[in-house]
């Protein structure tokens, strides 16, 4: 349409088959010339958006192995496309610059943080899992009753978990005999 | 709803413009209040109380849905004559002991009906170990034949029984308890029966907000007692529907993280009762009675070998001695007690942050600041993590951090596009996630965190020759990995949840499969199903475009993708539909061989068990339900107006206050729930109540909720940008009224105190919130978010500081959206001045040192003082290895009261 005055839209509008301005006569040469960043995406994964429990449809769209946006997903007849402030947050709370990427460590009576190595910190947690578990072991209870058990172990967590996840913190829990096993169900 | 699930108010909305009217029963006014035809403030924790009036409501006027209440409800039951109301007995149940605050339920019972599971000693088990939990989904036990009159004109049939229960619960008592105003009450009243029976159904919709009390199974239980009467539940548009409040707490309830529970409901065995394999199958299955429980020795043994794989045999129980026993209550609080008292040595906490999320943060926080180590898994740097340096308990010098011996690991997760796996939203349906990326750095999943820590301690344990170790190496522990991190596959721990034929693999498609004999395992049985035909059934993505309304086809709901649970009852006893327009599942006599059950969803029942069929004389199980009791979980078949087994506090839901409350109890003598956990203890006091005296000195009633811009306790939203700076600041919001009786200005600062703590918010002033008017005076509520802590972009105080910790009996849901509370203008004080100002409102409101107000306030056992019970477990608790004082100081009952003597008695 060049530059002349009939590419004005309002006279697009008024003359062509978009009355209400809705659709072609409100397009520009420069919407023509972009397109939405997920349009080069090299895949989409389906998830399901991690805040409370409706279980919104996501779309999660990947470039260059990382995340570049979150959508709703219209195919989703729980949530139709439609995500909250929340959701629609969630790239962010994927991509935040606060996330905590490394390991951290506070010694005994410390007062600032130390850098750990993953593996070192996971010999460790074992470590200290199997001496309190040790420490505080009960075969029986005070009143005589068979409990097989350790009260020196506690977790608090779970509701923002996978059940494949939970599943395998009750059974390891359980083997080891380690029953304050808690989450936001309780809560 | 409309705030904290406003995806899912989108239905609200679309019936609404269907021609739905929306109710909003609320302390507050919010977006939902926005969008509803009618709002109805409320006084905070007197649900009970209104929904009562409307039970009242319905019997008095003939209102209920009679056929479905006859046929499908326990209406027709006839209870012992030794039953007692709590109408006669001043708001406790026949049966109460005031010694161990518990009852005795043998008069609780149907008439003919052998009492079971009634001794007290069982109550102070069940309380102690949540047993509601489990009872949830296990219902009453029921032996042999019940009396009943179809007419409902017995004195001592349910129905009547009910009718003279909530007599009293008229629209002036009503408006008197709940400053509501009588003409709002009976429009909701009008509104909620003429839209329920066979024509339409109406949906009640609770969260938080009702299971947050001490008292809040039974604010659910009035509302079953509601829907049944009008024939709502078990069709579509109707039902009880609770909007939970995390991705997954639905899937963590099912496959539990919790201390009481095994995967699928099956009770965590108890030391004291389930000594063996067949004890415990007995107690879950209940010889004799009716329903699907009676498999429940599949379901435990398919577990049992989940767990130990081929170390599990019939000869050795399936190695049900390699579970640890429960003897009580070892709940999230109590835990957190011991921590203070030195008992726990490590904690773990998995995506929870507990220093601002859990009710009472100043005892979570000295609870880890005493113990050996901490893992906190998550993705921020939260507070749970950082409780050593940015405590507000630094400040107050409670915490040193060069004194505190806490050593943490703070263990980077990967977040929920970084891993695979199952979410069980709300309504129960799982819905499998694709990984998207490769989490960074340091982030790993739960799943690799918990497979790879439990290798290191079997590999540590490997030379054991220890009895206690051998439940670590005969674990059935083989997964295997792949990728760069060594990672678990989730959907092979899927299809062990699924379970499958053990010779074979085969997986199993459902639970009706599972044998007791070890020839299959599966970890979860409401999930067998979800690996059917060999098909991840949760990662079905069939448009919700393309399906019909149910849309069947997306995702998969336990049990046996089934969406609306006992279906059945939308068809009348002969099979037919209600109605054409509430069809939903229905006989179909033409269909298959004899007829089948069939419709828009999966019928919940046997599928050619005919609407005619009856139990011959004596048939328990599956076979003694008759082709028309639809509540096929419940031993009688029927859905329970009256519950003569398992409650801690009570076969009906009673008008309790809150535990700290303004008022006196209106209708009863009996204060607040008389079965209630508590802590008595220094470091958990709680405000008085009028009974006790000097409640004026926290005059307002406060409640908390969330903001749809945060997340709980802000561990997944003060992190964010946008949501910081779309919500950047603790508030906490008055009326216009409260403001100038106060001096309380908008935008500035205002101070909220309990005997636990202080905080400090920005002041709201809004005509929102309304003052109302309870037993004839003023009453003035304020609420606040709970998102905030020290970190995060944007930080506050933590209401949750403000909070007690007081239990409901039936699951040790804390009450922490109600409670007493001062306001006043300005910021609060730092340092010592701020432990100065909460100690003198300890004093200046009676709370002294040593001595605890009785929690029974009618009837002969009506307590005094006395010196406290920290533990909780009460005199004759399971366990007294904590010592205990059961001395009561006789005589001083209501000291220094300043207040009328007690009321309704």
Redesign the interface.
């Known amino acids: 349409m060049g530059r002349s005055f009939l590419g004005w839209p309002v006279l697009r509008q008024l003359s062509g088959r978009d009355p209400l301005g809705r659709g072609p006569a409100v397009r520009s040469a420069r919407t023509d010339s972009i397109s939405p960043r997920i349009a080069t995406a090299d895949?989409v994964?389906?998830?399901?958006?991690?805040?409370?429990?409706?279980?919104?449809?996501q779309k999660?769209f990947?470039k260059d192995?990382?995340?570049i946006q979150?959508e709703g997903d219209?195919?989703?007849?729980?949530?139709?496309g439609?995500?909250?402030?929340?959701?629609?947050?969630?790239k962010?709370?994927?991509t935040?610059s606060?996330?905590?990427?490394?390991?951290?460590?506070?010694?005994?009576?410390?007062?600032?943080?130390e850098d750990?190595d993953?593996d070192v910190?996971?010999?460790?947690?074992?470590?200290?899992?199997?001496k309190?578990r040790n420490?505080?072991?009960q075969?029986i209870?005070?009143?005589g009753?068979?409990?097989?058990?350790?009260?020196?172990?506690?977790?608090?967590?779970?509701?923002?978990?996978?059940?494949?996840?939970?599943?395998?913190?009750?059974?390891?829990f359980?083997?080891?005999?380690?029953?304050?096993?808690?989450?936001?169900?309780?809560? | 709803m409309a705030e904290?699930?406003?995806?899912?108010f989108?239905w609200v909305m679309e019936a609404k413009k269907r021609g739905a009217k929306i109710i909003h029963v609320d302390p507050r006014f919010t977006r939902t209040s926005a969008h509803a035809d009618k709002f109805v403030p409320i006084r905070v924790g007197t649900d009970i109380a209104f929904l009562g009036g409307i039970v009242n409501y319905v019997l008095q006027n003939g209102l209920e849905f009679r056929d479905y209440v006859v046929a499908y409800t326990n209406a027709a039951s006839i209870v012992s004559d030794e039953y007692v109301d709590a109408e006669e007995l001043d708001g406790l149940f026949s049966g109460f002991d005031p010694e161990t605050r518990t009852y005795e339920t043998g008069s609780w019972q149907y008439e003919r009906q052998e009492a079971e599971g009634s001794a007290r000693e069982d109550h102070d088990v069940q309380r102690e170990t949540?047993s509601a939990m489990q009872h949830e989904t296990h219902g009453i036990s029921v032996d042999g034949e019940v009396l009943r009159d179809e007419t409902l004109q017995h004195p001592r049939c349910v129905y009547q029984i009910l009718k003279r229960h909530y007599a009293r619960y008229t629209p002036e008592m009503v408006a008197e308890t709940c400053g509501v105003d009588p003409e709002d009450f009976l429009e909701v009243c009008r509104a909620w029966t003429e839209n329920s029976g066979r024509e339409r159904t109406t949906a009640l919709v609770y969260s938080v907000g009702w299971t947050?009390h001490s008292v809040g199974v039974q604010y659910i239980r009035t509302g079953a007692i509601l829907q049944l009467l009008l024939g709502n539940m078990g069709r579509p548009g109707g039902g009880i529907l609770a909007?939970?409040?995390?991705?997954?707490?639905?899937?963590?309830?099912?496959?539990?993280?919790?201390?009481n529970l095994?995967?699928g409901y099956l009770p965590?065995p108890n030391?004291?009762q389930h000594?063996s394999l067949q004890e415990w199958v007995d107690a879950v299955r209940k010889p004799g009675s009716k329903g699907f429980w009676s498999k429940a020795g599949a379901y435990g043994i398919n577990l049992l070998k989940?767990?130990w794989g081929d170390k599990a045999t019939p000869e050795n129980d399936f190695c049900f001695?390699?579970?640890?026993?429960?003897?009580g209550d070892?709940?999230?609080y109590r835990?957190v007690l011991?921590?203070i008292d030195g008992?726990?040595?490590?904690?773990?906490?998995?995506?929870?942050n507990?220093a601002v999320?859990?009710?009472h943060g100043r005892a979570q926080r000295l609870g880890m600041a005493n113990l050996?180590?901490l893992?906190v898994?998550?993705?921020?740097?939260i507070e749970s993590?950082t409780f050593?340096?940015n405590a507000p308990e630094i400040e107050t010098g409670e915490i040193v951090?060069?004194?505190?011996?806490?050593?943490?690991?703070?263990?980077?997760a990967a977040?929920?596009?970084?891993?695979e796996?199952?979410?069980?939203?709300?309504?129960r349906?799982?819905?499998w996630?694709?990984?998207?990326?490769?989490a960074?750095?340091?982030?790993?999943?739960?799943?690799w965190f918990?497979?790879?820590?439990?290798r290191?301690?079997r590999d540590?344990?490997k030379d054991s020759t220890l009895e206690?170790d051998r439940?670590?190496l005969d674990?059935n522990?083989d997964y295997p990995t792949h990728g760069e991190h060594a990672e678990?596959s989730?959907e092979d721990?899927?299809k062990?949840?699924n379970g499958y034929e053990v010779a074979t693999g085969r997986p199993l498609s459902t639970f009706m499969e599972m044998k007791d004999d070890g020839s299959t395992l599966g970890?979860?049985w409401i999930?067998t199903g979800v690996f059917k035909d060999g098909v991840n059934q949760a990662a079905r993505?069939k448009?919700?475009?393309e399906?019909d309304w149910v849309?069947g086809e997306?995702?998969w709901a336990w049990p046996a993708n089934r969406r609306i649970l006992y279906n059945r009852a939308s068809a009348d006893p002969s099979g037919k539909p209600w109605s054409d327009r509430k069809a939903y599942v229905w006989w179909d006599p033409d269909k298959g061989e004899n007829g089948e059950w069939t419709g828009y969803d999966v019928p919940d029942f046997e599928k050619t068990k005919p609407p005619t069929y009856r139990p011959p004389h004596g048939a328990d199980g599956v076979a003694g339900l008759a082709g028309d009791d639809p509540f096929i979980m419940q031993g009688d078949g029927k859905g329970a107006l009256y519950v003569p087994q398992g409650l801690i506090d009570g076969p009906l839901p009673t008008h309790y206050e809150p535990v700290e409350s303004p008022f006196r109890n209106p209708v009863y003598g009996q204060q607040g729930n008389p079965t209630r956990k508590e802590y008595q203890r220094e470091d958990n006091r709680l405000n008085p109540s009028p009974r006790e005296g000097h409640s004026d000195v926290f005059p307002f009633v406060f409640t908390t909720s969330r903001l749809?811009?945060?997340?709980?306790a802000g561990g997944?939203?003060r992190?964010?940008?946008?949501?910081s700076e779309?919500q950047p600041e603790m508030f906490v919001e008055v009326s216009p009224a409260l403001a100038a009786e106060r001096g309380l200005e908008h935008s500035g600062w205002a101070t909220i105190v309990t005997a636990r703590s202080a905080i400090e918010a920005r002041v709201l002033v809004t005509d929102r919130l309304r003052p109302l008017r309870v037993e004839g005076r003023t009453v003035h509520q304020v609420w606040m978010p709970y998102h905030w802590g020290p970190g995060g972009?944007v930080s506050g105080d933590s209401t949750n500081d403000l909070f007690g910790i007081s239990l409901d009996p039936n699951?040790?849901?804390?009450e922490?959206k109600v409670g007493t509370c001062d306001v006043r203008p300005g910021r609060r004080p730092t340092g010592k001045a701020l432990l100065e100002l909460v100690q003198g409102y300890r004093d200046r409101s009676g709370v002294v040192e040593g001595q605890y107000a009785g929690v029974v306030t009618t009837g002969p056992g009506a307590d005094g003082i006395h010196e406290g019970d920290p533990t909780g477990e009460g005199p004759s608790g399971m366990?007294?290895?904590n010592g205990h004082s059961g001395d009561r100081a006789e005589g001083q009952d209501e000291p220094g009261s300043d207040d009328a003597a007690p009321e309704g008695s």
């Open positions: 895949r994964a389906k998830s399901v958006c991690p805040y409370c429990a409706v279980g919104c449809g999660v990947v192995e990382r995340v979150i219209p195919d989703s007849p729980v949530s139709r439609r995500l909250c402030p929340k959701g629609s947050a969630s962010n709370l994927v935040s606060m996330r905590q990427t490394k390991v951290r460590y506070r010694r005994p009576y410390a007062t600032e943080w750990l993953l910190a996971m010999n460790m947690i074992a470590d200290r899992v199997v309190a420490d505080t072991w075969d209870d005070a009143d009753r068979k409990v097989r058990r350790t009260l020196g172990i506690a977790s608090l967590g779970g509701a923002t978990l996978d059940n494949e996840e939970n599943y395998l913190i009750k059974k390891l359980t083997a080891m005999g380690a029953i304050q096993i808690e989450n936001q169900a309780r809560i | 904290a699930h406003p995806v899912g989108q949540a947050q909007l939970r409040g995390h991705a997954s707490i639905q899937g963590s309830t099912d496959i539990p993280t919790l201390f095994l995967p965590m030391a004291e000594t989940a767990y001695d390699y579970l640890p026993k429960i003897t070892h709940g999230t835990t011991d921590m008992k726990v040595k490590g904690y773990f906490l998995l995506g929870q507990p999320g859990s009710a050996d180590w893992v898994r998550d993705l921020f740097e993590a050593w340096k951090p060069e004194e505190c011996r806490t050593e943490v690991f703070l263990m980077p977040s929920h596009v970084e891993k796996g199952t979410f069980t939203q709300t309504q349906m799982l819905q996630r694709e990984k998207a990326v490769e960074p750095g340091d982030c790993r999943s739960e799943l918990f497979y790879h820590l439990g290191m301690v540590r344990l206690r439940p670590i674990l522990w678990p989730a721990v899927l062990e949840i970890g979860c999930y993505r448009p919700g475009s399906q849309a997306w995702g749809t811009e945060h997340h709980t997944m939203s992190y964010l940008e946008y949501l779309l972009l699951v040790l849901i804390q922490s366990s007294r290895r």
